[in-house]
C-alpha cells in the first residue's frame, strides 16, 4: 500500500511541476534573472509550497507515527559546517546554469524537454559522487520510536 502512495504522491508532484512551469527551464531562468527579463510567477508557486508543507507538517508531526513507516526521520544536527554551505551552493549554480533542479528534470526527461538527456546523467554522477564523498552519509538523522 505504501507504494501505490508514494506513486500518487510523485504523481502529484510531477504534474505540479509541469503545471506550474517549474519543468520549463526558460521560465525558471526568467525566474532567476531580476535584472533582466524578470518573471515573478514562479514565487508564488514557492509560496504555495512553502504555505503547503508548513501546514503538512503540523498536521503530520502531530501523528505519533506515520502511517507507512515505524518512526519519523527527522534531521537533529543545527552546526553550519561546509556541507550545508558547500552542497546547496553548488545546487543553486547548477539551477542557474540549466534552468533545472531535480524534479523538474526528471518530470523533463519525461517530457523530452531540450537539455534533459545531457543534465540528468551530469545530474545522477554528481549524486553519486556525493555519496561516495560523504563520510557520514545519515549524520544528523533521528529516529523517533511510536
Known sequence: MGILVQLAAG????????VSG???PAKVLNFL????????SLAFVMVGAIAV???????ILARPKPLFAAAFQL????AIDARILVGPAIFGVGWGLSGFCPGPALTS???????????????LVG?????????RPTAGVRRQSA
Open 11 to 18: 504523481l502529484l508532484f510531477g504534474i505540479g511541476l509541469v
Open 22 to 24: 517549474m519543468a520549463n
Open 33 to 40: 534573472d531580476v535584472a533582466g527579463n524578470w518573471d515573478p
Open 53 to 59: 508543507t508548513a501546514l503538512g507538517y503540523r498536521v
Open 75 to 78: 534531521p537533529t544536527q543545527r
Open 109 to 123: 526527461l519525461g517530457l523530452a524537454a531540450p537539455g534533459t538527456l545531457a543534465f540528468v546523467p551530469a545530474m
Open 127 to 135: 549524486m553519486a559522487a556525493a555519496r561516495l564523498l560523504s563520510a
